[in-house]
């Protein structure tokens, strides 16, 4: 059974940065895909990032540039460095894990409130 455990998230001005970590236990986090999505209050949760087990990462058009997920295998961890942050960006952030094949995601964490104000 594979548990993820956000952390990280609180209340920034806008332009200021964070780094979301999202803590894996049960499996290592480079033996699955590896993602971060977020949900605002009244709109649907979205895609945010991506990283394979292989390091290839993907970003939605929102966030690239800005944002960088990344991984410390030594402590089978996941990290979502976001800089620049802008109003928009405030949500609810989750990890989430599948085997790298999956079009669906097994494992959720119970998320992290990132508030950006401006």
């Known amino acids: 059974q594979v548990q993820l455990v956000e952390s990280g998230g609180g209340l920034v001005q806008a332009g200021g940065s964070l780094r979301l970590s999202c803590a894996a236990s049960?499996?290592?986090?480079?033996?699955?895909?590896m993602s971060w999505f977020r949900q605002a209050p009244g709109k649907e949760r979205e895609f945010v990032a991506v990283?394979?087990?292989?390091?290839?990462?993907r970003y939605s058009d929102s966030v690239k540039g800005r944002f960088t997920i990344s991984r410390d295998d030594a402590k089978n961890t996941v990290y979502l460095q976001m800089n620049s942050l802008k109003p928009e960006d405030t949500a609810v952030y989750f990890c989430?894990?599948?085997?790298?094949?999956?079009?669906?995601?097994?494992?959720w964490g119970q998320g992290t409130q990132v508030t950006v104000s401006s």
């Open positions: 989430a894990a599948a085997n790298n094949g999956a079009t669906t995601y097994d494992y």
């Open positions: 049960g499996r290592t986090v480079n033996s699955m895909k």
């Open positions: 990283r394979w087990s292989s390091g290839v990462t």
